[in-house]
């Protein structure tokens, strides 16, 4: 059964950074887009970040463009999203995501499995 787990998750103060990581299991990360969606109280789930399958490019959302990046080491299948400057907007659950498409989408329905969700809080 695949899985996808992250970790990394916490509580930060604001100006500080995290790195969240994704392993999978049972399927090898490199034929598979990859991205981070958050998820804030009250809030949709929305795109954060992505790398295609592809040809590995790298998409951000407008409000985390310049302080995440978003990475991946095929031979771990392990993906990591990487955030510094850390606002308190960036409060939310983090989710994983894997879709067997070629390209980035910030649609929830083109993925095929998630992660659990890891919580990151910032504040002072």
């Known amino acids: 059964q695949v899985q996808l787990v992250e970790s990394g998750g916490g509580l930060v103060q604001p100006g500080g950074s995290l790195r969240l990581s994704c392993a999978a299991s049972v399927f090898t990360m490199d034929y598979y887009t990859v991205g981070w969606f958050r998820q804030a109280p009250g809030k949709e789930r929305e795109g954060v970040s992505c790398?295609?399958?592809?040809?590995?490019?790298?998409y951000y959302t407008d409000s985390v463009k310049g302080r995440f990046t978003i990475s991946r080491d095929n031979a771990k299948s392990t993906m990591y999203l990487q955030m510094n400057s850390l606002k308190p907007e960036d409060t939310a659950v983090y989710y994983c995501?894997?879709?067997?498409?070629?390209?980035?989408?910030?649609?929830?329905?083109?993925?095929?499995?998630w992660g659990q969700g890891t919580q990151v809080t910032v504040s002072s």
């Open positions: 790398i295609s399958a592809n040809d590995d490019y790298t």
């Open positions: 995501a894997a879709s067997s498409r070629l390209f980035c989408s910030w649609l929830t329905s083109e993925y095929d499995y």
